[in-house]
């Protein structure tokens, strides 16, 4: 039967990156959904972006809200100081699959921890699983109808504490209306906007960067 859209990605990067540098991971994606299949990867663009707020919170401990192949989770690892730890959620066993390949190709395993399954289900669950006290940075990137209550989820499981940086992708395209009210009318929260188009497209799309104030 014929291959999957992740499938083809992987072998792309298998192809095309070299292992072990996950710059070549990233724009072997880029070059793959720039020029054979579109995927809903964030894109070298809002990409940049992600990068350059990673770098400032400089996170020891990080939550990432839908793996999909890894792309995101690669930008941000690469970005880690030794020690720093990634924790990504993927609730689809296929696409958790490619991205444990592709962060594997990019040599990040260490720093990486991919589980599968619901937020509803780990989030809860992350202190006396993972040891986790709380998050200094998480990454929204999964279904939009679960931003907002993840994030209150976050907020009553105490995963969150002053200065959590927390970094949304898509609000404008598919677009998170109620997160967006949330975040920016909560006085729990400072809210700033980064306009940006969405991933290897001319339409608009943005990031929503929102500090936690406790
Ligand atoms: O729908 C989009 N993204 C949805 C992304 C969804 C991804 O998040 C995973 N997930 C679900 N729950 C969890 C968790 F973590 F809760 F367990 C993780 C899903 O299995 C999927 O891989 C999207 C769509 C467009 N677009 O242009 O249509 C552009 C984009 O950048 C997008 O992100
Ligand atoms: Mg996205």
Redesign the pocket.
């Known amino acids: 039967t014929r291959s999957t859209r992740p499938q083809r990605l992987l072998k792309a990067v298998q192809k095309h990156a070299t292992r072990g540098d996950p710059q070549s991971v990233i724009s072997a994606i880029d070059h793959f959904c720039r020029h054979s299949e579109w995927a809903?990867n964030?894109g070298d663009e809002k990409g940049s972006i992600l990068d350059s707020v990673v770098s400032e919170v400089n996170p020891e401990k990080v939550l990432e809200?839908?793996?999909?192949c890894g792309y995101s989770t690669v930008r941000i690892a690469r970005l880690l100081p030794p020690g720093a730890r990634l924790i990504t959620?993927?609730?689809?066993a296929d696409?958790a699959a490619i991205a444990r390949q592709v962060i594997i190709w990019a040599g990040l395993e260490d720093k990486v921890q991919l589980v599968e399954?619901?937020?509803e289900d780990?989030i809860p669950r992350m202190k006396e699983h993972f040891g986790i006290e709380t998050f200094d940075f998480v990454f929204l990137?999964?279904?939009?109808d679960?931003y907002l209550p993840?994030t209150k989820l976050m907020e009553d499981c105490g995963l969150l504490r002053k200065g959590t940086v927390l970094l949304a992708?898509?609000v404008i395209?598919?677009g998170v209306p109620d997160y967006l009210a949330y975040v920016r009318n909560s006085l729990s929260y400072k809210s700033c906007y980064f306009k940006s188009h969405?991933?290897y497209t001319k339409a608009e799309d943005g990031l929503e960067k929102s500090v936690f104030l406790g």
């Open positions: 809903m964030i809200l839908g793996t999909y959620l993927e609730f689809n696409y399954g619901a937020s780990w990137d999964h279904w939009k679960r993840d992708d898509n395209c598919p969405l991933e």
